[in-house]
């Protein structure tokens, strides 16, 4: 296996890493507790949050753009490499 084709197959593994971490990022969520004032009374209502939208979004965007250059290092590397083996002669 060449270089540049190990190269790729690493870049297409680290893509899919960050596409994965970066949905489960964004699909954190948190419920949070928060007040609202009726006629001077502090009511409690739950209202829920997503704190890492922005980090999971930037993951999957991240890991979209290594897989694409995997891609094309994989579309423009393709080199044969041959091997000759010669066979010496016994007399």
């Known amino acids: 296996m060449s270089q540049d084709k190990t190269m790729s197959i690493m870049l297409f593994v680290l893509g899919l ?12 969520r948190e419920t ?8 001077g009374f502090n009511v409690p209502y739950a209202v829920t949050i997503h704190p890492y939208d922005s980090a999971g979004v930037f993951l999957v965007i991240i890991g979209l753009i ?9 579309r423009t590397s393709k080199k044969t490499v041959s091997m000759t083996m010669e066979i010496p002669k016994t007399d």
């Open 17 to 28: 890493f960050l596409i994965a971490i970066g949905i489960g990022i964004a699909t954190i």
């Open 32 to 39: 949070v507790i928060r007040y609202r004032d009726y006629y």
């Open 66 to 74: 290594v897989l694409g250059v995997a891609f094309i290092k994989t």
